[in-house]
């Protein structure tokens, strides 16, 4: 079984990891179709060749790179006229052009075709995205949802063939894996992601700015907003506090995790998107370290029981979480033990690859 998948994620290369365990499938023949870069609001993204065995990552320009909704493959059809796939996996939302196009050329070649869907709300779009849409929808021989939300979302929009509930990518529980010990130091808070208004940090901010001396808040990444978060940093005389990282390399993340006491993923819900996963969490779980996050979206289905949870835009409820934590080292350690155990149970990339790699096998399955 030879699979295309076509998915600018994988650029980053900590996500190439779930790719190597497809690859060790003994009846699975992968090809990786990527472009050199992906931009967005958060910056540029170039291509990690990172995790490379066993498949064939192969780069390819796009167009309109950044515009999630228009962009496309153009040397597509020449690359599935060369390589004649099984089945294609279009690592893509069904209302974007990018899997419409791709979907019409698998079904010229009568191939099977899987797609992949994030959105967890109920939007009803204009054309031609609807019409983009309805078609992935009556020509997919299968789907994928990243979270339960954007399952039922597909179910209410009209999507009727087999569907799967998988997260995009999971963790590699050796990359990210817990420091031997971490050091007696003023409780250090951590942010990773975009700096939008969606990810509600200056929520996060506000509330660091009353807790009790000492701590520290580290922010890894960039965005539109890092300005105005700064001058509300300085506003609220906590700017000493705060060091703010940029964007990091996603090899550079396990050790992020590993240099803080708490993730906080303080998301907030816009009338156009919630959480939809929220992946820093799992990470950090994963590296024992414990997270806090509002209740946007999937969040408390990826967190559990495994760590914090506070109603988004509540500062008041987001301080006395990290109030807790900062003068209760042992609740700490309790919930990054429970987090990696979490992890390991359900958010692994082997688990989501040998999902993933079961969807392959129902779809080219004869009918």
């Given at each position: 079984?030879?699979?295309?998948?076509?998915?600018?994620?994988?650029?980053?290369?900590?996500?190439?990891?779930?790719?190597?365990?497809?690859?060790?499938?003994?009846?699975?023949?992968?090809?990786?179709?990527?472009?050199?870069?992906?931009?967005?609001?958060?910056?540029?993204?170039?291509?990690?060749?990172?995790?490379?065995?066993?498949?064939?990552?192969?780069?390819?320009?796009?167009?309109?790179?950044?515009?999630?909704?228009?962009?496309?493959?153009?040397?597509?059809?020449?690359?599935l006229?060369?390589?004649?796939?099984?089945l294609?996996?279009i690592?893509?939302?069904p209302?974007?052009l990018?899997?419409?196009?791709?979907?019409?050329?698998?079904?010229?070649?009568?191939?099977?075709?899987?797609?992949?869907?994030?959105?967890?709300?109920?939007?009803?779009?204009?054309?031609?995205?609807?019409?983009?849409?309805?078609?992935?929808?009556?020509?997919?021989?299968?789907?994928?949802?990243?979270?339960?939300?954007?399952?039922?979302?597909?179910?209410?929009?009209?999507?009727?063939?087999?569907?799967?509930?998988?997260?995009?990518?999971?963790?590699d529980?050796?990359?990210?894996?817990?420091?031997?010990?971490?050091?007696?130091?003023?409780?250090?808070?951590?942010?990773?992601?975009?700096?939008?208004?969606?990810?509600?940090?200056?929520?996060?901010?506000?509330?660091?700015?009353?807790?009790?001396q000492?701590?520290?808040?580290?922010?890894?990444?960039?965005?539109?907003?890092?300005?105005?978060?700064?001058?509300?940093?300085?506003?609220?005389?906590?700017?000493?506090?705060?060091?703010?990282?940029?964007?990091?390399?996603?090899?550079?993340?396990?050790?992020?995790?590993?240099?803080?006491?708490?993730?906080?993923?303080?998301?907030?819900?816009?009338?156009?998107?919630?959480?939809q996963?929220?992946?820093?969490?799992?990470?950090?779980?994963?590296?024992?370290?414990?997270?806090?996050?509002?209740?946007?979206?999937?969040?408390?289905h990826?967190?559990?029981?495994?760590?914090?949870?506070?109603?988004?835009?509540?500062?008041?409820?987001?301080?006395?979480?990290?109030?807790?934590?900062?003068?209760?080292?042992?609740?700490?350690?309790?919930?990054?033990?429970r987090?990696?155990?979490?992890?390991?149970?359900?958010?692994t990339?082997?688990?989501?690859?040998?999902?993933?790699?079961?969807?392959?096998?129902?779809?080219?399955?004869?009918?």
């Amino acid at each position: 079984m030879h699979v295309l998948m076509l998915c600018k994620a994988c650029v980053v290369g900590a996500y190439q990891k779930k790719l190597e365990a497809l690859a060790q499938a003994p009846d699975l023949r992968l090809t990786v179709l990527v472009p050199p870069e992906w931009r967005d609001s958060r910056g540029v993204q170039p291509l990690e060749r990172v995790f490379t065995r066993g498949y064939t990552l192969q780069v390819t320009p796009i167009r309109w790179n950044g515009h999630f909704h228009f962009y496309y493959f153009p040397r597509l059809p020449a690359v599935l006229d060369a390589l004649q796939p099984d089945l294609v996996h279009i690592d893509e939302e069904p209302y974007n052009l990018a899997t419409w196009l791709a979907m019409r050329e698998a079904v010229r070649r009568n191939m099977a075709t899987v797609f992949f869907a994030w959105q967890n709300l109920f939007r009803q779009y204009p054309p031609p995205f609807r019409w983009w849409e309805q078609y992935n929808f009556r020509h997919a021989t299968y789907a994928i949802a990243g979270n339960h939300d954007a399952a039922q979302v597909l179910r209410s929009k009209g999507y009727r063939g087999p569907l799967r509930v998988i997260p995009q990518f999971g963790v590699d529980p050796e990359l990210f894996a817990p420091p031997p010990s971490r050091p007696q130091r003023p409780l250090t808070i951590g942010y990773a992601g975009g700096l939008i208004p969606d990810k509600g940090v200056d929520v996060l901010l506000r509330a660091c700015a009353g807790l009790p001396q000492p701590w520290r808040l580290h922010v890894a990444g960039t965005g539109p907003e890092e300005k105005a978060l700064r001058t509300l940093a300085r506003q609220l005389g906590i700017a000493d506090q705060v060091t703010w990282l940029g964007k990091l390399g996603s090899m550079a993340m396990p050790e992020f995790y590993r240099g803080i006491d708490v993730l906080v993923l303080p998301s907030r819900t816009m009338p156009r998107w919630k959480e939809q996963f929220g992946r820093v969490l799992v990470e950090a779980m994963a590296c024992e370290t414990p997270v806090i996050g509002s209740d946007s979206g999937e969040i408390p289905h990826v967190i559990g029981d495994a760590g914090l949870i506070f109603p988004e835009e509540d500062v008041e409820a987001l301080r006395r979480h990290l109030r807790h934590l900062q003068t209760h080292p042992e609740a700490r350690e309790d919930l990054g033990r429970r987090g990696r155990e979490r992890v390991l149970a359900r958010f692994t990339q082997a688990q989501v690859a040998q999902a993933t790699l079961e969807v392959y096998r129902e779809g080219v399955r004869p009918k």
